[in-house]
């Protein structure tokens, strides 16, 4: 008879103090895929337990970040403070073992031992002050109200683990020293609260970043204390900016809503946050969320740290907006969905990087900017043939029908003027007089976006200016 196999139940447990960024994005990610890759079970834990630090707004955060990016869960939003009941169960547990106890050493007591732990060249850990106190005296310090909090007895062993990334580690217990677990039975820390309830949920593997790895035996030594079955453990790499710095808020822990702000789609981001320490088999760059389930494999996760390139997740963000039609563009871009606007869609979408970029680029088009005469002189060319030259293109255009003032006809009447003027000599000061602009894109392209009347008003404005110039 065949074991049954384990179920896959992965989980993202953020705390509610802060905005979710691209590194918690990344571990919710991770996780999310290799529970679709088999079948699993993606679970949201919100640990809430700091009451201080803990805000709705973030939690909201939480939730909306992870909705945009499509990550959805199988069960929650759990949180903690709803599971108060069932952590003080597990304290009075360890209590009543002796494998907790009631600690009253006070925090300057605390501090001088650490200080003087340093000075003697040792790593910093707790003395066991409280350890050896007896009933009667836990009883004694509580009936006069002392301060106190609850401490997990650390065995002065060594644990061993396989992590599924970084293989065998290896942690010495005696070097550890008794951990705080609880401030009270009624309030919880995290490296006691996340044993609870990883066992509570069946959690079978605890895929997080590598900042963690040295929770892990403190956890791992809880678990045994209750009697609970160990999880597998993958501890994903470090974020690093591009100078190979750790991530920071400055750059790239920035809110994950941010990026969405600055005109990100949540499909790139993915695809981008997905590369961040795990690779596929071949070189594919652009992979589709059902590729990635598919492809997604925890022994493909990298040690080392992953870096966070702006320009490559412009590029990526730049090839998903080349994707999109130009009516799931206006969508996304909140833009009215006119044939006007999707011509002007088309005509900046190889050039834009984010959405926000639409704004900038197609500015011109709803409204002239104001410019300087200069602009539509061709390099060295006399001002005077540049201005015979859009008297003759307003001449030409306004001979066409409304109805026949289109690209392919605009080209038909102008291109023989420009191949018998010169195209710099024509099209330049045509294209600055339509756009406004040093760049932009062409003239029979803007001319098509823009319509016979708005046209021939540009070309006036920009007669009118050379005009002046000329009188002065």
């Known amino acids: 008879m065949t074991a049954k196999k384990t179920e896959v139940r992965v989980r993202i447990a ?34 809430d337990t700091d009451l201080e630090r803990s805000k709705k707004i973030f939690e909201e955060d939480i939730i909306t970040s992870l909705q945009w990016l499509g990550l959805d869960w199988d069960e929650g939003p759990i949180r903690q403070t709803d599971r108060l009941n069932i952590y003080e169960k597990h304290l009075r547990q360890l209590l009543e073992k ?67 990334i970084r293989g065998n580690i290896s942690f010495d217990g005696a070097l ?11 309030s919880p820390l995290y490296n006691f609260a996340v044993v609870v309830d ?9 895929i997080r970043g590598e900042e963690h790895l040295a929770n892990t035996p403190r956890q791992i030594f809880i678990q045994e204390a209750l009697g609970f079955s160990r999880p597998k453990y993958a501890h994903l790499p470090l974020i690093l900016n591009p100078d190979r710095s750790k991530m920071s808020k400055r750059f790239s822990a920035t809110a994950l809503h941010e990026y969405k702000d600055h005109g990100y789609l949540s499909e790139a981001l993915v695809n981008f946050i997905a590369f961040l320490g795990w690779h596929p088999k071949d070189d594919k760059e652009i992979l589709s ?29 730049a090839q998903y907006l080349k994707k999109l039609t130009a009516k799931e563009l206006a969508k996304a871009l909140a833009v009215a969905p006119t044939e006007d606007n999707f011509k002007i869609i088309e005509l900046t979408r190889e050039r834009m990087k984010k959405l926000t970029d639409f704004k900038a ?16 002189v061709w390099k060295s060319s006399p001002r005077r043939a540049i201005l015979e030259n859009l008297r003759e293109e307003e001449k030409l255009l306004g001979g066409l029908k409304s109805d026949d003032f289109t690209r392919a006809e605009s080209e038909k009447l102008l291109l023989p003027l420009a191949e018998a003027r010169g195209r710099g000599d024509t099209l330049w000061p045509l294209r600055a007089a339509l756009s406004g602009q040093e760049a932009s894109p062409g003239p ?8 016979k009347k708005e046209t021939l008003r540009r070309i006036q404005i920009a007669i009118d200016k050379l005009a002046s110039h000329e009188e002065n």
């Open 14 to 47: 953020p705390s509610p103090t802060g905005y979710f960024h691209v590194g918690g994005a990344r571990t919710a990610l991770f996780n999310w895929l290799f529970a679709k890759h088999h079948g699993g079970k993606f679970i949201l834990r919100i640990e």
């Open 98 to 164: 002796g494998s907790a106890y009631y600690c009253f050493c006070t925090k300057e007591e605390l501090e001088a031992e650490r200080q003087g732990m340093l000075a003697q060249g040792f790593a910093p850990k707790y003395s066991g002050k409280c350890r050896k106190l007896t009933a009667d005296e836990v009883r004694a310090n509580q009936k006069k109200a002392l301060a106190s909090v609850i401490r997990f007895r650390i065995p002065e062993t060594r644990v061993d683990f396989t992590d599924i």
């Open 176 to 186: 550890i020293g008794d951990i705080v677990i609880a401030k009270d039975l009624r």
């Open 198 to 206: 990883d066992a509570e949920m069946a959690i079978s593997h605890v």
């Open 289 to 317: 969320i059902e590729e990635l389930i598919k492809e997604f494999d925890l022994e493909r996760v990298q040690k080392a740290g992953a870096v966070f390139n702006v320009d490559k997740l412009d590029w990526l963000n």
């Open 361 to 376: 680029l197609t500015e011109f088009f709803y409204e002239l900017p104001d410019y300087d005469s200069k602009l539509l």
């Open 444 to 451: 029979f392209e803007i001319m098509d976006a823009l319509g």
